[in-house]
Each structure stands twice: as structure tokens, then as C-alpha cells.
């Protein structure tokens, strides 16, 4: 098979260096970027542009503590793959950001706008150095009664679920990219 030669411009410099951040570094990221983010959230395209999904940004951190909580005492109570007992645990890595993706339970498609929305919000990030790990791993917790309340607090509209998290931060680390399985990839 011959080899093809990949196309580069920034766009796919952001898509081939993102990476996901674990560790942040704890300035505060710029309200520039923050509404630059937002606005490639509000440019996803979506299932017949019905846009179900609101975006919630949230630099608070004392309510980024208490959803970590709720979610560590959630976890622990009905079991969990990850080990949380470390007392600095942060299932959002003590990102200075995190941006609670919420869904329209009435549109079927709001996982896949929210799947498309998060990616949108990272790669716009990468493009600005803002560092971000997309987390799915709250999802029970949130969509749970426990999670009932952390959704009032963070204002979710009435009828809108959690359908997936960012964090978002300066990054405080360089990992190096995991290897991709390119048989996943075919064409006829």
C-alpha cells in the first residue's frame, strides 16, 4: 500500500497534540479564552440544530469541591473501579475550571451533541494551550438523586441531565501521547 502524506495546519496540530491533563497548574484561565472555548461549545454542530445541550462553566471552588465530595461518598457507596481513598482525590484533577455539559432528557440526540460539544470545547482549548480532560466518570453520581442537588447548584435548567465533563486548566504536565490502534481505521 502506498503511503499518503497527511495534511498539516493548525487544526490538525491541535487534534494530534491534545492531550488529557491530570495535573493544572492553579492560575485562573483567562476570561478570553474561557469565552473563546464557550463559543467553539456554541458553534458544535448538533442533531438537527435543536442545540440540547447548555453549557456551564464553573470556576467556583468551593462547588468543585463539594461535587467532588458528593461524587467520592457516591462512589464509594455503590463501588468504584478507582481508588479514591487518597485524601487529595480529585476526580477533576483540581482543575481552576469545569464545564458541566447538561442535555435535554426530551432530545435523543443529546449525547451525541454533548459528545461533539466537549471535543469541540478541548480541541479550541488546545489551540489556546488551555489544557483539558474530558470526564465521563461522573455520570452516574451526577444523573443520580445525589447528583440532583449538585445540578440545582450549578443552575441546570429544569428537564436537562448531566451528559459529560471538562476540565480545564493551565497544564502543569507534557504526557506523551498513547499509541493508537490504527486497524481501527479502513478504507474500501
Known amino acids: 500500500?502506498?503511503?499518503?502524506?497527511?495534511?498539516?495546519n493548525p487544526t490538525m496540530s491541535s487534534i494530534l497534540n491534545r492531550r488529557s491533563i491530570r495535573k493544572y497548574k492553579q492560575e485562573s484561565v483567562g476570561m478570553s479564552e474561557l469565552a473563546s472555548i464557550m463559543e467553539a461549545a456554541l458553534q458544535a454542530p448538533?442533531?438537527?440544530?435543536?442545540?440540547?445541550?447548555?453549557?456551564?462553566m464553573v470556576?467556583?471552588?468551593d462547588l468543585l469541591m463539594e461535587m467532588n465530595a458528593g461524587f467520592k461518598a457516591y462512589a464509594n457507596e455503590h463501588g468504584s473501579r478507582y481508588d479514591l481513598s487518597a485524601d487529595n482525590y480529585s476526580v477533576y484533577y483540581h482543575a481552576p475550571?469545569?464545564?458541566?455539559?447538561?442535555?435535554?432528557t426530551a432530545n435523543k440526540w443529546r449525547y451525541v451533541d454533548g459528545g461533539i460539544v466537549v471535543e469541540n470545547?478541548?480541541?479550541?482549548?488546545?489551540s489556546m494551550g488551555v489544557g483539558t480532560c474530558i470526564i465521563g466518570m461522573i455520570l452516574d453520581y451526577m444523573t443520580s438523586e445525589d447528583g440532583a442537588d449538585m445540578m440545582?447548584?450549578?443552575?441546570?435548567?429544569?428537564?436537562?441531565?448531566?451528559?459529560?465533563?471538562?476540565?480545564?486548566?493551565?497544564?502543569?504536565?507534557?504526557?506523551?501521547?498513547?499509541?493508537?490502534?490504527?486497524s481501527k481505521v479502513r478504507f474500501l
Do not use: H, W
Not at 97 to 104: K, P, R, S, T, Y
Not at 121 to 126: D, I, K, S
Open 97 to 104: 475550571a469545569f464545564a458541566f455539559i447538561v442535555g435535554d
Open 59 to 61: 470556576q467556583d471552588k
Open 152 to 182: 440545582k447548584k450549578i443552575g441546570a435548567p429544569e428537564g436537562y441531565e448531566f451528559i459529560i465533563g471538562l476540565a480545564l486548566g493551565y497544564p502543569d504536565e507534557a504526557p506523551e501521547a498513547k499509541p493508537r490502534d490504527g
Open 46 to 56: 448538533t442533531g438537527r440544530n435543536e442545540q440540547s445541550c447548555d453549557i456551564i
Open 121 to 126: 470545547m478541548a480541541l479550541a482549548a488546545e
Open 1 to 8: 500500500m502506498e503511503t499518503i502524506q497527511m495534511i498539516s
